[in-house]
């Protein structure tokens, strides 16, 4: 009879918490966000705002991921906002199997009562959803941030605006829209509609302004608006902010900010502006400036308090931008002013773009040179850079870029024609991609600034340059023989006609000069021919190195009459045909340079056939780089290049064939297997991850000789050696790292020569979580359930847990995991009843320590024979 007793009180006891928690009233906005961690690998943050007058508390939420998988989320903070909200933040890892697009969905029975555009608003669950495209060629990508919490009041008759301050940190494209509120399983709720207004009520889709123009009618209602998210002009992801707005009757009247205005700055630019903001009803007012740019590390805007009184508040705007900041979208910044008005508090909100763009770089000259055009430019002063791009068109352009014009735009006729990495970088050479540019035209640049993310740089100034034509049209720049000390090069050109048009009567000579490397600049003479009727049009240069490098010649044209000595027109220019070569596994990769006035239409590839002693032709190609395939390991193998090409005009020299010098190498195994693709699964119970990996080449996989394993426990460390697998047919891997079970894992492969390939795309775990407290024991000297003890792991550092009675007095508190409490307060055993804890758990996570916090209520029992018994 006791044991009967004793159940029927406690089930009473639990009744009204019961209830409670099944019909919770607490919910009042929410949103999902995420974060990638690699190609299929997300972090998810659900935030939610609750009513702190509620009993209702989530610890944790479901989470359906859309790939038919459900988690659970435990909460990791709590912060306290006006308007009793509460600002929950609960965070998961989640892999998903393989690219698609996924619809996230949380929900959590109730919404509160009363919600007049909710029909039986109390029974409908709260539903909050996020679109995830899983696309690895996308690119990396994470959802928009919302900085502003949605707590805001309104006023009945007076425009409400709220707007979400979405910071997007890949800076992809925002849009907004207006959507209808969800209930379980992300469905539309029946018999949804919007707010009542006096005139409309919209989402402004350019700064996400959610804009009720006015409240008709006063209450509790809820709204939800799409944050989209934009790359390439195609859409990528949708956040959805659900979230109430209480309307209330008040003789206080919202504050009137000063107005703003956009801002187009370049980096080392300030903006430096006063805001303020007035109360009609001389109210004190807190103004605060929310947007992704506080954040920044080394360059942060500020927001500083200057004045504060009642009816006026100001605070000064600041910000310089760095060049980390430059990016193609404008950032958003929100203002706020807030009175605090005894009836009701009401606001005020406005925002304003600010658009950082790079400085133009210097163009400084473009220079002819043969076929090409080298431009340079002054150093740019900064190594955030990735390189340049430059432009070109023919002719002069009328573009005159405006103070927002990032890039060129190329509806002025301009082409992208080259790009080059470095940020330290002051010089390209314009061969129209190998090709050479042609005579004749006059050739317009502008180059640009490119920044890791992209974004382009505002324009250079514009230069203009055209090629000239050498007198002497040299035919042949032509290796003979290749050695390092007695090689030669055989030279010839055109010879010159049409000097009657010009007062040149001879005697004449040719001046030869030579520079080092095919682009070469630093040019000494190497020969003089003096001649009275130019048909000497021939040499060899001799003694020279032509086995490590190639050579550029410049032939000129002179007047050698005593005191009329002058040169005739421009030099011209051509360099010999340069071959490099680098062994690989059973190959041989080739690779041409020259820099010619006409245009190789062929290049024939020949390599040396040892029974015969004599060069062979093996293929022919129009491309400066080849590969001859299909070789052996640990033979030598000699090649030779022979380029055919001519002049396009009519008058100059066609069918020009040109040597390269030769070239040995013996292929060998120095290329590493490919890279696998690796997923990793937690068995949260006994302490130990499974590392999967696959590698779908089989020509690849016919290379694999072993495997390496990588690990490290959190995002700061670096990935560490676990173990070797000599076996290429084990594709898993059993890997117990302790207590602690989540960390970042990483595969490599290696060949039987030892060459380990670039390691996998990390992915990282963290989805188990070992910390529960129990929410009844009996402290009744049975030894059974006589103290309350935590589960909990090696994961949990440290916890700071609180037990308070009915009346809030602290009864026990203890910083060891485990809590162990024998039920005594001041020496005796407390009272039986209900009992209220709060609980900061410390975690050793992949981030390193971090804080979750747990509140709930524990139940002691201290009648002797007391039982807990679980009836299904």
């Given at each position: 009879?006791?044991?009967?007793?004793?159940?029927?009180?406690?089930?009473?006891?639990?009744?009204?918490?019961?209830?409670?928690?099944?019909?919770?009233?607490?919910?009042?906005?929410?949103?999902?966000?995420?974060?990638?961690?690699?190609?299929?690998?997300?972090?998810?943050?659900?935030?939610?705002?609750?009513?702190?007058?509620?009993?209702?508390?989530?610890?944790?939420?479901?989470?359906?991921?859309?790939?038919?998988?459900?988690?659970?989320?435990?909460?990791?903070?709590?912060?306290?906002?006006?308007?009793?909200?509460?600002?929950?933040?609960?965070?998961?890892?989640?892999?998903?199997?393989?690219?698609?697009l996924y619809k996230i969905v949380v929900q959590d029975p109730n919404r509160n009562a009363g919600v007049k555009?909710?029909?039986?608003?109390?029974?409908?669950?709260?539903?909050?959803?996020?679109?995830?495209?899983?696309?690895?060629?996308?690119?990396?990508?994470?959802?928009?941030?919302?900085?502003?919490?949605?707590?805001?009041?309104?006023?009945?008759?007076?425009?409400?605006?709220?707007?979400?301050?979405?910071?997007?940190?890949?800076?992809?494209?925002?849009?907004?829209?207006?959507?209808?509120?969800?209930?379980?399983?992300?469905?539309?709720?029946?018999?949804?509609?919007?707010?009542?207004?006096?005139?409309?009520?919209?989402?402004?889709?350019?700064?996400?302004?959610?804009?009720?123009?006015?409240?008709?009618?006063?209450?509790?209602?809820?709204?939800?608006?799409?944050?989209?998210?934009?790359?390439?002009?195609?859409?990528?992801?949708?956040?959805?902010?659900?979230?109430?707005?209480?309307?209330?009757?008040?003789?206080?009247?919202?504050?009137?900010?000063?107005?703003?205005?956009?801002?187009?700055?370049?980096?080392?630019?300030?903006?430096?502006?006063?805001?303020?903001?007035?109360?009609?009803?001389?109210?004190?007012?807190?103004?605060?400036?929310?947007?992704?740019?506080?954040?920044?590390?080394?360059?942060?805007?500020?927001?500083?308090?200057?004045?504060?009184?009642?009816?006026?508040?100001?605070?000064?705007?600041?910000?310089?931008?760095?060049?980390?900041?430059?990016?193609?979208?404008?950032?958003?910044?929100?203002?706020?002013?807030?009175?605090?008005?005894?009836?009701?508090?009401?606001?005020?909100?406005?925002?304003?773009?600010?658009?950082?763009?790079?400085?133009?770089?210097?163009?400084?000259?473009?220079?002819?040179?043969?076929?090409?055009?080298?431009?340079?430019?002054?150093?740019?002063?900064?190594?955030?850079?990735?390189?340049?791009?430059?432009?070109?068109?023919?002719?002069?352009?009328?573009?005159?870029?405006?103070?927002?014009?990032?890039?060129?735009?190329?509806?002025?006729?301009?082409?992208?024609?080259?790009?080059?990495?470095?940020?330290?970088?002051?010089?390209?050479?314009?061969?129209?991609?190998?090709?050479?540019?042609?005579?004749?035209?006059?050739?317009?640049?502008?180059?640009?600034?490119?920044?890791?993310?992209?974004?382009?740089?505002?324009?250079?100034?514009?230069?203009?340059?055209?090629?000239?034509?050498?007198?002497?049209?040299?035919?042949?720049?032509?290796?003979?023989?290749?050695?390092?000390?007695?090689?030669?090069?055989?030279?010839?050109?055109?010879?010159?006609?049409?000097?009657?048009?010009?007062?040149?009567?001879?005697?004449?000579?040719?001046?030869?000069?030579?520079?080092?490397?095919?682009?070469?600049?630093?040019?000494?003479?190497?020969?003089?021919?003096?001649?009275?009727?130019?048909?000497?049009?021939?040499?060899?240069?001799?003694?020279?190195?032509?086995?490590?490098?190639?050579?550029?010649?410049?032939?000129?044209?002179?007047?050698?009459?005593?005191?009329?000595?002058?040169?005739?027109?421009?030099?011209?220019?051509?360099?010999?045909?340069?071959?490099?070569?680098?062994?690989?596994?059973?190959?041989?990769?080739?690779?041409?340079?020259?820099?010619?006035?006409?245009?190789?239409?062929?290049?024939?590839?020949?390599?040396?056939?040892?029974?015969?002693?004599?060069?062979?032709?093996?293929?022919?190609?129009?491309?400066?780089?080849?590969?001859?395939?299909?070789?052996?390991?640990?033979?030598?193998?000699?090649?030779?290049?022979?380029?055919?090409?001519?002049?396009?005009?009519?008058?100059?020299?066609?069918?020009?064939?040109?040597?390269?010098?030769?070239?040995?190498?013996?292929?060998?195994?120095?290329?590493?297997?490919?890279?696998?693709?690796?997923?990793?699964?937690?068995?949260?119970?006994?302490?130990?991850?499974?590392?999967?990996?696959?590698?779908?080449?089989?020509?690849?996989l016919s290379d694999v000789s072993g495997y390496r394993i990588y690990y490290k426990r959190t995002t700061e460390?670096?990935?560490?050696?676990?173990?070797?697998?000599?076996?290429?047919?084990?594709?898993?891997?059993?890997?117990?790292?302790?207590?602690?079970?989540?960390?970042?894992?990483?595969?490599?492969?290696?060949?039987?020569?030892?060459?380990?390939?670039?390691?996998s795309v990390m992915v990282c775990i963290d989805s188990c979580n070992f910390y529960e407290i129990p929410n009844?024991?009996?402290?009744?000297?049975?030894?059974?359930?006589?103290?309350?003890?935590?589960?909990?792991?090696?994961?949990?550092?440290?916890?700071?847990?609180?037990?308070?009675?009915?009346?809030?007095?602290?009864?026990?508190?203890?910083?060891?995991?485990?809590?162990?409490?024998?039920?005594?307060?001041?020496?005796?055993?407390?009272?039986?009843?209900?009992?209220?804890?709060?609980?900061?758990?410390?975690?050793?996570?992949?981030?390193?320590?971090?804080?979750?916090?747990?509140?709930?209520?524990?139940?002691?029992?201290?009648?002797?024979?007391?039982?807990?018994?679980?009836?299904?």
């Amino acid at each position: 009879m006791k044991k009967i007793l004793i159940k029927v009180l406690f089930g009473l006891l639990l009744l009204p918490f019961l209830v409670t928690d099944l019909f919770a009233t607490h919910n009042r906005a929410g949103e999902i966000t995420y974060v990638q961690l690699s190609d299929l690998t997300y972090e998810i943050t659900i935030t939610t705002f609750t009513y702190t007058l509620s009993f209702a508390d989530r610890k944790s939420l479901d989470v359906e991921w859309g790939d038919n998988s459900t988690s659970t989320a435990p909460r990791i903070s709590e912060t306290l906002l006006p308007n009793y909200y509460k600002k929950n933040i609960y965070k998961i890892i989640h892999t998903y199997p393989g690219p698609g697009l996924y619809k996230i969905v949380v929900q959590d029975p109730n919404r509160n009562a009363g919600v007049k555009n909710i029909p039986n608003s109390v029974n409908v669950v709260f539903s909050i959803s996020t679109i995830l495209t899983v696309n690895p060629s996308m690119g990396m990508n994470s959802t928009p941030i919302l900085l502003n919490p949605p707590y805001d009041k309104a006023a009945y008759g007076y425009v409400f605006i709220h707007n979400p301050a979405a910071y997007d940190p890949d800076g992809d494209s925002l849009s907004y829209k207006l959507t209808v509120c969800t209930r379980d399983d992300g469905r539309v709720i029946e018999n949804y509609t919007l707010p009542p207004a006096t005139h409309s009520i919209r989402v402004d889709s350019i700064s996400g302004d959610l804009i009720w123009d006015t409240p008709a009618d006063t209450g509790v209602f809820n709204v939800a608006m799409e944050i989209q998210e934009w790359r390439n002009g195609k859409k990528i992801g949708i956040v959805v902010r659900d979230m109430q707005i209480e309307v209330y009757s008040t003789n206080n009247k919202p504050p009137v900010n000063s107005p703003l205005r956009d801002y187009c700055v370049e980096v080392g630019d300030t903006i430096d502006f006063i805001f303020s903001a007035t109360d009609e009803n001389n109210d004190p007012m807190t103004l605060k400036s929310t947007s992704g740019i506080f954040t920044f590390k080394n360059c942060p805007a500020s927001f500083t308090k200057i004045d504060s009184v009642n009816g006026f508040a100001s605070s000064r705007f600041r910000w310089i931008p760095c060049h980390q900041t430059v990016r193609s979208q404008p950032y958003d910044v929100i203002f706020k002013s807030d009175d605090h008005n005894s009836d009701v508090k009401l606001s005020d909100i406005d925002n304003m773009k600010i658009k950082v763009l790079g400085p133009s770089p210097d163009l400084l000259n473009a220079v002819p040179e043969g076929k090409q055009i080298k431009l340079s430019w002054s150093a740019y002063g900064t190594n955030v850079i990735s390189g340049f791009s430059i432009y070109r068109r023919e002719g002069a352009s009328t573009f005159n870029p405006d103070s927002c014009t990032s890039g060129v735009p190329l509806s002025y006729g301009f082409a992208k024609v080259g790009y080059i990495t470095g940020s330290t970088t002051t010089s390209f050479s314009d061969s129209d991609n190998g090709q050479g540019l042609q005579y004749g035209n006059e050739y317009t640049y502008r180059i640009v600034a490119v920044y890791p993310n992209g974004t382009e740089s505002k324009a250079s100034n514009e230069i203009t340059s055209s090629l000239v034509s050498g007198v002497p049209v040299i035919r042949n720049v032509s290796v003979r023989t290749t050695d390092q000390v007695t090689g030669s090069i055989y030279i010839s050109w055109k010879k010159p006609d049409k000097l009657d048009t010009i007062p040149a009567t001879g005697p004449y000579g040719y001046m030869i000069f030579r520079a080092s490397g095919t682009g070469g600049t630093a040019y000494s003479q190497v020969k003089s021919i003096l001649t009275s009727d130019l048909n000497d049009t021939t040499m060899v240069d001799t003694l020279i190195n032509t086995q490590t490098t190639g050579y550029v010649y410049r032939v000129e044209l002179w007047n050698n009459a005593p005191g009329n000595r002058f040169l005739i027109g421009d030099p011209a220019y051509a360099s010999s045909l340069y071959l490099t070569a680098s062994p690989g596994d059973r190959k041989a990769r080739l690779s041409l340079a020259r820099n010619v006035p006409w245009i190789n239409t062929r290049y024939d590839i020949f390599r040396l056939n040892e029974s015969t002693m004599s060069y062979d032709s093996i293929a022919s190609t129009n491309q400066l780089i080849f590969t001859d395939q299909i070789l052996e390991n640990g033979k030598e193998y000699c090649y030779m290049v022979r380029s055919f090409g001519g002049y396009l005009a009519e008058d100059l020299p066609k069918s020009l064939y040109n040597s390269s010098e030769k070239i040995c190498l013996t292929p060998e195994d120095n290329e590493p297997p490919c890279q696998p693709e690796i997923n990793v699964t937690s068995q949260c119970d006994s302490l130990y991850n499974t590392v999967r990996w696959s590698i779908n080449d089989p020509l690849c996989l016919s290379d694999v000789s072993g495997y390496r394993i990588y690990y490290k426990r959190t995002t700061e460390e670096n990935l560490g050696l676990v173990t070797e697998i000599n076996d290429p047919n084990i594709f898993s891997y059993l890997h117990f790292p302790g207590d602690v079970i989540s960390g970042c894992y990483a595969v490599s492969t290696f060949d039987f020569k030892g060459n380990e390939s670039e390691k996998s795309v990390m992915v990282c775990i963290d989805s188990c979580n070992f910390y529960e407290i129990p929410n009844v024991f009996t402290p009744n000297g049975d030894d059974i359930n006589d103290r309350l003890v935590a589960k909990t792991s090696g994961l949990v550092e440290k916890i700071d847990f609180k037990l308070f009675n009915r009346t809030g007095l602290l009864i026990f508190s203890t910083d060891k995991p485990k809590i162990e409490w024998d039920g005594t307060y001041k020496g005796k055993i407390v009272s039986p009843g209900v009992y209220f804890y709060q609980c900061d758990v410390f975690e050793k996570r992949i981030s390193g320590t971090e804080l979750f916090h747990l509140s709930g209520f524990v139940h002691v029992i201290t009648e002797i024979d007391a039982k807990i018994e679980v009836t299904k």
